[in-house]
């Protein structure tokens, strides 16, 4: 009896752009992609233009690249386009010093991070009734 339930669900389609080489720490990049999750694309896409945060512009270019393979391979409408899912993750952290007073040395870590971004298409709700 479940694999039959299972069988009738419908699988909701995403779509995914990764970047694999975003030169900014993840705890930098975690505020960025919580604020346009759930939101439609074209307005992650404005907040994002006129964010002050130098990473917007890596962010807003996945975005982009997420929406041109919706657009492309699965024929989808670029205006019912959601943010369902953004997140980040640490990759290397280069490593070099600085020379400090009496000989010693102090640590400049330059981390990298990786972010994913899913988009997914929200059909639009038929209204029924006098409210609005």
């Not at 975003?22 to 896409?45: E, F």
């Not at 369902?84 to 040395?105: S, T």
């Not at 209204?127 to 609005?132: L, N, V, Y």
Request: charged letters at 30%; hydrophobic letters at 35%; a positive charge.
């Amino acid at each position: 009896m479940n694999k039959t339930k299972k069988k009738n669900r419908k699988k909701v389609e995403t779509v995914k752009s990764v970047n694999n080489s975003i030169r900014t720490s993840v705890r930098k990049l975690n505020p960025i992609l919580k604020s346009i999750v759930g939101k439609k694309v074209d307005v992650a896409m404005r907040d994002l233009q006129f964010s002050a945060k130098r990473i917007s512009k890596d962010i807003r270019k996945t975005i982009g690249s997420a929406v041109a393979n919706a657009e492309n391979n699965f024929q989808y409408d670029i205006d019912n386009l959601v943010v369902k899912e953004a997140y980040c993750g640490k990759k290397i952290v280069m490593k070099r010093f600085r020379p400090r007073a009496k000989g010693r040395a102090a640590p400049i870590l330059k981390p990298w991070s990786t972010v994913t971004i899913i988009l997914s298409e929200v059909k639009q709700m038929e209204s029924h009734g006098t409210k609005s």
